[in-house]
């Protein structure tokens, strides 16, 4: 730990032991400092603009997440979706009665991107398409929001950040728990030192359903007339017309990513969030297919293992991901990140923290005097009992909290607005997708794989 770790560290420990906590350590209550915080944030990135400030947006993708999207980015103000993109005809009628019959269908996404009253688009189709269609929008000039992870293998990273990088546009990668306050409140607890040196973090997500195991509906109508199948397949392996692969996309490693790719993502994108981390340099899986022998390719049960070295933002820690989608208890999620001194549950919503409620510093010298025997001749200490801190403190978002959906849409409409910047950019977004991405590959090569998180590079030995 450095000094100024060890200086917040102690500063918080004070605080706590002497009852002297402000607000920002009492269960359960938002900060005052907090809601100055983000007022000051939403006054900053400027409120004001115009009806030539309008975002006209376009969604490719309208199924159930590009759904959820294009419904969410909507309620930012100024936000217009003027077009809808998808391959199943079923999904382009629905888009129509859910938001109009002014709204433009196509199967066609070179449509959208040829026009030029579209200023952004938001991509939610299965993992496969994300790269070729987000480099394709940069370079019509469109500012883009694609789903996590950003890309569906370890190569296709670099393609994208030069694709930003060149075309000056706004990318921000649908990890939308980055964006909530419970990730800002866990970041600001661990800088405070409130967990102490963190040393290991582990995630969770457990299921028990077919449709939580991907086990999805597939419509009575699907058919090669409803469903613009080639296009699917265009840049992945040919086969012919199956409407399983398509409605079941993310069992089949051509277009899904696993269940890392699909859940480990979203940890891998908060926890660099509140740790300022760049990623691990280590990566190992294991898992099985145990349950949904449903023809998929990827496993139902995974765990994976990440090394995450010192930098000169964080400690050398260890994290644990786990997927289990035959829990029979019925499934949680969580993300709990393990110091010196405490522990934290991190959701978008609240944040839990646990603490020692004595800390024994094994290097405090009044220890080892305290420790004297009796008779021994030495001096007598006072061991003075202390007022106990809380073991267990609460931090949740006020009620009326729009949510981190609603927060990663407006950080991304504020960036395209003023040319700023977002939370989650192609670099960003590719660090956290790799170690999913090299998950699964450690899992199907059977292999440990190193990673360069700052030169963004497998290290082959
Ligand atoms: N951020 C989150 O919390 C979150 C949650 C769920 C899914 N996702 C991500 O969103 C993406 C979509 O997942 P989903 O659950 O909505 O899948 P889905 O199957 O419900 O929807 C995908 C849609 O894309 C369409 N499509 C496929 N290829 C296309 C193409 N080339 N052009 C236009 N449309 C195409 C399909 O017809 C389908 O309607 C995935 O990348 C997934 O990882 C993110």
Redesign the pocket.
């Known amino acids: 730990m450095n000094e100024k770790d060890e200086n917040s560290r102690r500063s918080f420990i004070t605080k706590v032991s002497r009852g002297l906590v402000g607000a920002a350590f009492i269960p359960g209550i938002v900060t005052a400092k907090d809601r100055k915080r983000n007022l000051e944030e939403m006054l900053r990135n400027g409120q004001k603009f115009g009806p030539n400030d309008q975002l006209q947006i376009a969604l ?7 759904t959820a999207d294009a419904t969410t980015a909507i309620t930012v103000p100024g936000i217009k979706l003027v077009a809808v ?4 005809d079923g ?1 382009l009628a629905d888009a129509k009665k859910r938001w109009g019959n002014d709204l433009a269908i196509t199967r066609e ?1 070179k449509e959208i991107l040829n026009r030029k009253d579209i200023d952004a688009v938001i991509i ?4 496969h ?2 790269k070729d ?1 987000s480099i394709a929008a940069m370079n019509s000039g469109k500012s883009v929001y694609v ?3 950003m890309v569906h293998d370890i190569t296709e990273g670099p393609a994208v950040i030069a694709a930003q990088a060149k075309n000056k546009v706004v990318l921000q990668v ?3 728990g980055m964006s909530s306050l419970g990730n800002e409140k866990a970041k600001q607890l661990l800088k405070d030192g409130a967990i102490g040196q963190l040393n290991y973090a582990e995630a969770f997500y457990a299921r028990m359903s077919p449709t939580g195991a991907w086990q999805y509906p597939i419509p009575a109508d699907a058919s090669p007339s409803t469903v613009g199948w080639d ?2 397949v265009e840049n992945t392996t040919k086969r012919p017309f199956d409407a399983t692969r398509f ?1 079941r ?1 993310r069992n089949y490693r051509d277009y899904g990513t696993g269940v890392s790719g ?1 859940l480990f993502v ?1 940890l891998f994108s908060s926890l660099h969030f509140i740790t300022n981390s760049l990623g691990p340099d280590k990566v190992m899986a294991t898992g099985g297919l145990r349950y949904w022998k449903d023809g998929r390719e990827v496993p139902d049960v995974m765990l994976g293992m990440f090394d995450y070295p010192e930098t000169k933002n964080h400690p050398a820690f260890n994290l644990s991901c786990r997927v289990n989608f035959i829990d029979g208890t019925g499934g949680t999620n969580y993300l709990r990140m393990v110091g010196s001194e405490g522990a934290m549950t991190v959701e978008w919503d609240k944040v839990t923290l646990f603490r020692n409620s004595v800390h024994v510093d094994a290097n405090d010298p009044l220890n080892a005097t305290n420790n004297n025997a009796p008779g021994s001749g030495k001096e007598f200490v006072y061991n003075r009992k202390a007022m106990t801190p809380p073991e267990q403190m609460d931090y949740t978002a006020e009620k009326g909290y729009n949510g981190a959906h609603f927060d990663h849409f407006y950080n991304w409409a504020t960036a395209i607005r003023n040319k700023g910047k977002v939370v989650e950019d192609s670099l960003f977004g590719y660090r956290a997708a790799a170690p999913a991405l090299l998950c699964n590959d450690s899992y199907f090569n059977n292999k440990i794989i190193q990673w360069d998180p700052q030169n963004l590079k497998v290290i082959t030995t």
């Open positions: 490719i993708g309208a199924g159930g997440m590009g993109c998808d391959l199943y999904r996404y939610a189709t299965p993992d398409w994300h269609i789903e996590k992870p649908g990890s939308q296009r699917f409605f996309w699909d979203h």
